[in-house]
């Protein structure tokens, strides 16, 4: 019989697995809640006219598309099939797919819901959604995002809160961090001054890559693209702007001279950074030109954090988007929001090993009994701990209790109350700290003091 298995690039996650996950979760929603932020979910499935268009056509080629149920074949005629082509053959085959992120659907719920929410709106999003890539270290065809976004204010105070956030969760999760950051204004300024503002859109997929490829490999794939040598080699200086932050902010000042939409960009970076240092951020924060994030809704800000001390790509990420609501029909709302990649979070704590050395459903204490009457005994017990808040487990059966112990090991379970006649004739228990090995008489405040 064949062994089951699950899909690449996704994964099953054990017990201790969801609790360190649960950690990253619970870790990232709090600091969510303290600039007001407010959780709404939005179904795994989007009509596929939501999703399709929004991502450039390279986010449509990695878009999940569910085939319609039922006989999805019948309305296709055999020459469409024939032609095998599939670009064509998906609209009459599949009207739904999984969401390719949590923006896209949630500019649909700001629209579909105008009317039930109060702008400026602050939503966060834990949820997973899929992308069909090519599974490789730190990418995965199945993963969680925990989005943050405010909609209704085109204030540049909301970069400056998702910065702080940003800030405040990799200090409470002790990752070193580093925050890139750009606009795409000006990166819109440089297709301008290089000649070639119809590509833009080319040109910010191509050096979104610089990282991976190398400049080289990036200068193929733009002329690769359509556009001519002369406006690639006017681009390589500007791709090699160095110094601090505002060192490569003056150059780029003289850079857009006749760039109005550039300038606007540089000018909006300076006024975040100024808002930075008014609030003191401990995070390492640098402005990267070629920082492009490949997706189209982007019109201002762009956000990318890397780890410091692990190489994995991008671990949050994200942008203000001026229009993403104008595809459903309400035009005109400012919106930004950065997202936490949870799974190569997830991996970096592994890998770094900072996980707290208890966990909030990890099992306190675990009751362990001779026969069915101690059973009987642990049940108030247990029942009272539960009313303090403390997680404890009965093991259910009468066993020998090397067993017990062996099963309270294996959950790292740190105490174990063991119950005989004598504990039961004292009204007490046997304590037993499984980590240093000591067990004596307790009570029940005796036992609520320990695990407390």
Known sequence: MQKPSIPKGTRDFSPVEMARRNYIFNTIKDVFRLYGF???????????STLMGKYGEEGDKLLFKILNSGDYLSHVDTQELMQKNSVGLIGKISEKGLRYDLTVPFARFVVQHRNEITFPFRRYQIQPVWRADRPQKGRYREFYQCDVDVVGSDSLLNELELIQIVDEVYR???????LK?????????????IGESEKLTDITV???????????????EIISRGISAAAVE???PILRLSGTNSEKLRQLKSIFAESAIGQKGVAEVETVLALCESVNIRTKIEFDLTLARGLNYYTGAIFEVKASDVEIGSITG???????????GMPDVSGVGISFGADRIYDVLNRLNLYPETSAEQTQVLFAGFGEKELRYCLPWATELRKKGVNVEIY????????????????NIPFVCIVGETEMNSNKVMLKNMKTGEQKPADFDDLLSACG
């Open 172 to 178: 409470r999760l002790k990752i070193n961090v580093c």
């Open 318 to 328: 994200g942008g203000r988007y001026d229009n993403l609501t104008g595809f459903f």
């Open 396 to 411: 259910p059966e009468p066993a020998k209790i090397k067993k017990q112990m062996s099963y309270a090991d294996s959950k």
């Open 38 to 48: 407010q959780q709404i979910e939005t179904p795994a499935v989007e009509n596929l």
């Open 181 to 193: 950051i750009n606009n795409r204004k000006i990166l819109s300024g440089i297709a301008e001054i």
């Open 206 to 220: 191509a050096i979104d890559k610089i990282d991976k490829i190398g400049p080289e490999k990036v200068n193929e």
């Open 234 to 236: 006017k681009l390589q």
